[in-house]
C-alpha cells in the first residue's frame, strides 16, 4: 500500500506570496492532519480534515487554512508569506483520525526569503 | 509547564548500551502515547504506540507508561548507530484543540 505523499517536496518563495501545498493519504484513510516543523517550536498542529470537514484547528492565524476532497487528498494554504513560514510542512494520515495511528508524508520544505 | 516535555539532551550511548528516552505530560485525559523517530531531514516514522500502564515490547524497542506519574518512556535495547535520530513522543489530547501533541524531541547517537 503506498504511504502518504506530499508536493511538492521543495519550495522557494517570497514575502507576501502565497503557496499551496498538497497531500494525498494512505489509500482508505479519511482523516488529514497538517503539522508545522520549526527547529525553535518543534512540530505544531495546524489543523485536522475529516470528510471534507476541518474537525480541529490549532493556535495559528487564519493565513493558513485548507480544505479536504471528495478523495480525502487535502491542500492547505498560506496566504501573504512571512519569513517565519520557511518550515517544514507535514501531513499525516489515519483511517478516521481519533487516538489512531498517524501515518507521515516525507513533507514540503518551504523557504520564504 | 509544557504539555509534553522530553530532555532535548543529545543523548550519547555506546553501540550496544541501553538507551533511555523519557517524555511527561501535562494532560491528565491523555489516552494515546507514540513515539516517532525522525532521521535528519526526514518525516517521523511511527516506531511504537502505547494506550495502557505497562511496558509494551516489539524488538528491541520497550515503551512504558503510567499514567499516574503522567510519564511515558522508550527503551532501546543493544543501540546501533541506525538508531541516532530525534526521538519525539506525543500525546493524543481526544477532545481538545490539537490532535496531536509533540514534544520538542530527544536527539539519540550511538557511538560505533
Known amino acids: 500500500k503506498a504511504g502518504v505523499t506530499q508536493t511538492p517536496r521543495y519550495l522557494i518563495k517570497t514575502r507576501g506570496q502565497q503557496v499551496t501545498l498538497s497531500c494525498s493519504p494512505i489509500?482508505?484513510?479519511?482523516?488529514v492532519s497538517w503539522y508545522q516543523q520549526t527547529p525553535g517550536q518543534g512540530l505544531q498542529f495546524l489543523f485536522e480534515?475529516?470528510?471534507?470537514?476541518?474537525?480541529n484547528k490549532g493556535n495559528f492565524p487564519g493565513r493558513f487554512s485548507g480544505r479536504q476532497f471528495s478523495n480525502s487528498r487535502s491542500e492547505m494554504n498560506v496566504s501573504t508569506l512571512e519569513l517565519g513560514d520557511s518550515a517544514l510542512y507535514l501531513c499525516?494520515?489515519?483511517?478516521?483520525?481519533?487516538?489512531?495511528?498517524?501515518?507521515f508524508g516525507p513533507g514540503t520544505r518551504l523557504l520564504v526569503l | 509547564q509544557k504539555e509534553v516535555e522530553q530532555n532535548s539532551g543529545p543523548l550519547s550511548v555506546p553501540e550496544g548500551a541501553i538507551a533511555s528516552l523519557n517524555c511527561t505530560y501535562s494532560?491528565?485525559?491523555?489516552?494515546?502515547f507514540f513515539w516517532y523517530r525522525q532521521y535528519s531531514g526526514k518525516s517521523p516514522e511511527l516506531i511504537m504506540s502505547?494506550?495502557?500502564?505497562g511496558d509494551k515490547e516489539d524488538g528491541r524497542f520497550t515503551a512504558q507508561l503510567n499514567k499516574a506519574s503522567q510519564y511515558v518512556s522508550l527503551l532501546i535495547r543493544d543501540s546501533q548507530p541506525s538508531d541516532s535520530a530525534t526521538y519525539l513522543c506525543?500525546?493524543?489530547?481526544?477532545?481538545?484543540?490539537?490532535?496531536?501533541?509533540f514534544g520538542k524531541g530527544t536527539k539519540l547517537t550511538v557511538n560505533p
Open positions: 499525516a494520515s489515519s483511517l478516521a483520525g481519533g487516538e489512531e495511528t498517524q501515518y
Open positions: 489509500s482508505g484513510h479519511r482523516s
Open positions: 480534515y475529516f470528510s471534507e470537514t476541518q474537525r
Open positions: 494532560d491528565r485525559v491523555s489516552q494515546s
Open positions: 502505547i494506550y495502557s500502564n
Open positions: 506525543a500525546v493524543n489530547r481526544q477532545g481538545g484543540s490539537e490532535k496531536l501533541v
